[in-house]
């Protein structure tokens, strides 16, 4: 062996060995972090898109008609919740036929309520097409339930598939108008 390998063999102990794994092992982490401080940008220097455009301020006649509607709203919509749920409890025979019947009879009520409440409403210029299409939905929805409503007539439960579309369309409705009136009560799909 020559005089360098012999003193190169005595100086390398297992712990210089060591020491100098942990050394590569903390400049490779450091590397890396700070490749990666270096490449990624921070939170707080990106900003969010809104979600939804903002939508101009309410004139007050806008402003009193929403809320005037936000009570004859929460009654369809519970009631269109309560039908809809009966149903689905029906037919899984969680619910009797008698239950589902009170169900659709105070649906039908409500709805037929919420449209002479909707009538005596005066809506600005600006939402009058709103407020016809949330009419027309209540005037489906109504048709829905007088639909299923034969179920208990004839004993034929194929009224409930007839009766879904309308109340189906009815609904988009709903959730369209209250869209544009209540932004945060439908959550994007």
């Known amino acids: 062996m020559s005089a360098l390998g012999a003193g190169l063999h005595r100086r390398i102990t297992p712990m210089s060995v060591l020491l100098g794994v942990v ?6 982490v450091l590397t890396f972090a700070v490749s990666r401080e270096v490449t990624t940008t921070s939170p707080t220097a990106t900003v969010a898109p809104s979600p939804r455009p903002s939508r101009p301020p309410l004139e007050p006649a ?14 369809v919509e519970r009631s269109v919740m309560r039908i ?16 589902l019947k009170t169900r659709i009879e105070q649906a039908l009520t409500s709805y037929r309520e919420a449209r002479t409440r909707m009538h005596a409403l005066s809506p600005p210029t600006s939402l009058r097409h709103d407020h016809d299409q949330y009419l027309a939905a209540i005037r489906l929805f109504e048709e ?5 409503m034969q179920m208990f007539k004839d004993g034929r439960e194929e009224h409930l598939l007839a009766a879904y579309p ?3 369309v009815a609904s988009d409705k709903i959730r369209e108008v ?6 945060n009560e439908f959550p994007p799909n």
């Open 144 to 148: 829905s339930a007088t639909e299923a």
């Open 166 to 168: 309308k109340s189906q």
């Open 23 to 28: 050394t590569l092992l903390l400049v490779g």
């Open 178 to 183: 209250g869209g544009k009136f209540w932004p």
């Open 84 to 99: 809809s749920l009966g149903q689905i409890l029906y037919k899984t025979e969680d619910l009797s036929r008698a239950d």
């Open 62 to 75: 806008e402003e009193m008609y929403m809320r005037a509607l936000w009570p004859i709203h929460a009654d």
